[in-house]
């Protein structure tokens, strides 16, 4: 059950350089943060209807390691969720910082280090 999702969509989160290898994204666009939102949705659905990570990291030629990093941005609150939507987030709210930065799970804390930023 493929997402039909490809690594180098993910865009704010994960790239592809014109040969197929997987680099860092420094861009902040707030389309490419939505757009990779979409997919570790898509993601974090095939996981809970049974398929694995294993399976993801594969099609995607990613690490098992990289789809749990990733995967941490489905869980951000929907306050945050929507202030990417409406552009208003942090600039300093990158997916360079998300993956170098402890995600709190409290959607209090999330609100909290947002602030901060």
């Known amino acids: 059950m493929a997402s039909g ?5 993910v865009a704010q989160f994960i790239n592809r350089d014109r040969a197929g290898n997987v680099t860092a ?3 902040r666009s707030t389309g490419q943060i939505i757009a990779g939102l979409k997919i ?7 996981i809970l209807q049974g ?3 294993q399976d993801i990291a ?3 030629g990613l690490s098992i390691k990289r ?3 990733v995967l941490e941005f489905a869980f951000l609150s929907p306050e945050i969720v929507q202030r ?11 997916s360079d910082w998300c ?3 402890e995600i709190p799970a409290s959607w209090a804390e999330q609100s909290q280090v947002l602030e901060r930023l």
Do not use: C, Y
């Open 5 to 9: 999702f490809h690594a180098s969509s």
């Open 25 to 27: 994204s420094s861009s």
């Open 40 to 46: 570790v949705h898509a993601w974090l659905s095939e």
């Open 51 to 53: 398929r694995s990570k």
């Open 58 to 60: 594969t099609e995607n």
């Open 67 to 69: 789809i749990q990093q």
């Open 84 to 94: 990417v939507i409406d552009g208003s987030q942090p600039l300093g709210l990158t």
């Open 99 to 101: 993956l170098t930065h």
